[in-house]
């Protein structure tokens, strides 16, 4: 379904600053955005303090997943798009102490490579994207910035494990993940595995 999402100043600055952090477009950190915090509360008097005037329209596509969480919500009588553009405004607002290190004024270039992921993951991953339009890039960078639990399995068998190629935003994203393999004696592609699959959880794939 085509959407517009309307953003005041403040929310899409902090938005694009996530973005370029990950290295995603806005329209990618949006989405994330709507999967990551669909419980924002939206309040009747959300609907008549957030004027229309003064704001950034960015259309987007959203699948029927992402407008089933949103379509249920009560609305009182007005349009969903405005509602989906409160919560944005909320949701960003309620994680600004979450993201205050995974902020850039300049978008991070990628880096490519090869990981092993175990099987089941990436067909996780696959229903994601087919489900929510999000995308591996976005996904995978989120991730790799999540914690894991320090008595977690990292160090897996390499059976029905497959060659992955995904970007990772460098040096910020790269270079975090390859230190804490250090610090964890792992590999990359065991520890990236270990952080997608909390993700996927998180995200109910």
Request: some cysteine; proline content about 2%; hydrophobic content about 35%.
């Amino acid at each position: 379904m085509r959407m517009k999402i309307l953003m005041d100043e403040d929310t899409e600055s902090e938005l694009t600053e996530r973005s370029n952090f990950l290295g995603v477009p806005l329209s990618s950190t949006i989405l994330l955005h709507f999967l990551l915090y669909p419980s924002s509360n939206v309040k009747r008097e959300d609907f008549s303090t957030f004027s229309l005037e003064g704001k950034r329209s960015i259309q987007m596509d959203i699948k029927e997943y992402v407008i089933k969480k949103y379509d249920e919500k009560t609305r009182y009588n007005n349009s969903l798009y405005l509602l989906m553009s409160i919560h944005l405004k909320k949701a960003v607002k309620k994680t600004n102490n979450e993201w205050k290190n995974w902020r850039s004024k300049k978008k991070s270039e990628m880096f490519f490579s090869t990981y092993s992921i175990d099987q089941s993951v990436l067909e996780r991953m696959k229903n994601l994207k087919r489900e929510t339009g999000l995308t591996f890039t976005v996904l995978v960078n989120y991730a790799a910035l999540q914690t894991t639990d320090e008595q977690m399995g990292l160090f897996d068998s390499e059976v029905d494990k497959k060659s992955q190629g995904f970007q990772l935003a460098t040096p910020e994203i790269k270079d975090r993940l390859e230190e804490e393999c250090e610090r964890k004696n792992t590999n990359p592609g065991n520890l990236l595995g270990k952080k997608l699959e909390k993700t996927l959880f998180s995200l109910d794939f």
